[in-house]
């Protein structure tokens, strides 16, 4: 653990000592538990001597444990170490105060490992199938937020900043009136390394998108979803405003997606998508075929919560089947290009509300088993005769169901995995479904 105090030595002569550390770790939801440590505490982190339940990598979405995972109280709670991530020591700049953050694991109780419940190791298991194989994924991650006013309490629903257009798509004067928040945006991206590349006006009203870098260094791109999630929700409390990856906060305009750009290069740093022939190669419609054959199978990935179905609904401005297309965004998986370095994937069906690592790890299972398979591919929504293919479940309960018994989803996450996440999520249908709704006593109270 040297390696982190040296870590933090440049750190204190970079942007003098913090006043605390906040030591972030990433739960199955993709909420960054931990603790504050004093800035002068940094020995305390480096030998180990912080510790956190082990249970805290799967609480349901709200903070509670999930007796049906096997963790928690029912073992115990024991505790697992926390170690700090090299590299992910970084200023918090909308802090008040002088703060930096660290983002950590746990070691396994019994193992002393890094521990498989961490969504991370999950990635890394899943990169290190491809590394084995000598291809090295590329990746690029587009993200969607809603800027909000603020509300007096949880419960209040959304509304738009001042003179936000219903339609604002690519509307310039949209960014210039929003330029000091999106500013900071910018500037605390840059102070933490996060590969931002353009920034636009979105389609629904004070909706905005983030294009980041592509970048080889999958576990990066990961991040870097999961902490601008985290920036601008800070950037925005400080201008005054909330801001939200929920996957449809409101039901007339578009929701919030998180698009995955993925390419494979081989050893000698070529793409293995372009085989210098017109049109999509054999290896890259291998893959769509893999994401199109498995995407069913993982649904409860791309669509985690209760709100994340309303994305999958007709006439809801994003994919919501297993199909394809070329330059087509209304395809679930398109192809942007399909000749030379650029030659890739985009996979469009996953909602902002995810968690980063596993949807990255989903994804890249699909295109491993496709590479592996060779499944039949459909024809391209662009053909005259293709078939329209049916759409996802919008069920939130048969989406889990289905995850539960997946082969597939055992294979990508391993059946312990997969079988905590399903006790999650049924944990959290449970919660969400028993409570009775506004509307239901709206519709239902004082008329029957």
Known sequence: MSDFLTEYAVYCDTHGRPDRIELMLCD??????????????????????????????????????????????????????????????????????????????????ETGELSLLSPRQQLARMVEKFHTKGWHPVLATELEYYLIQPRANDEEPPIAPDRSPNAQNYDLEVLERMQDVLDDIVAA??????????????YGPGQFEVNFHHTDDVMLAADTALLFKR??????RKHGYE?????????????????????????????????????ASDVLRAAVGGTLETMRDLVAVFAPHMNSYRRYRPMSFAPSAPDWGYDNRAAGVRLPEVNGPAARLEHRIAGADVNPYLVISAILGGMLYGLETKPELPLPLDDPKAEPAQ??????????????????????????????????????????????????????????
Do not use: C
Request: no cysteine.
């Open 28 to 109: 199955l939801n993709a909420v960054l538990r931990g603790k504050w440590l004093p800035g002068d505490d940094e020995e305390k982190l480096a030998n180990g001597e912080v510790r956190l339940p082990h249970s805290t990598y799967a609480p349901n979405i709200l903070g509670a444990e999930v007796s049906e995972t096997g963790l928690g109280i029912i073992i115990g709670d024991p505790d697992g170490r926390i170690v700090p991530i090299p590299g992910t020591l970084k200023p918090v700049p909308w802090a008040k105060g002088k703060v930096a953050q660290v983002q950590v694991e746990m070691l396994d109780p």
């Open 189 to 202: 991206s840059a102070i933490q390394g996060l590969a931002t590349d353009t920034l636009i006006a979105e």
């Open 231 to 236: 920036l601008v929700r800070g950037v925005a």
């Open 243 to 279: 801001a939200t990856f929920m996957a449809k906060p409101y039901a007339d305009h578009p929701g919030n997606g998180m698009h995955l750009h993925a390419s494979v290069v081989d050893s000698d740093g070529k793409n293995i998508f372009d085989d210098g022939k017109d049109g």
């Open 391 to 448: 759409r996802l479940t919008s069920d939130w309960g048969r989406a889990v169901d289905r995850f539960a018994a997946s082969e597939i989803a055992a294979e990508i996450f391993g059946e312990k995995y997969r079988d905590i996440y399903t006790a999650v999520r049924l944990d959290e249908i449970t919660q969400l479904t028993n409570e009775v709704s506004q509307i239901e006593y709206r519709t239902y109270l004082g008329r029957l």
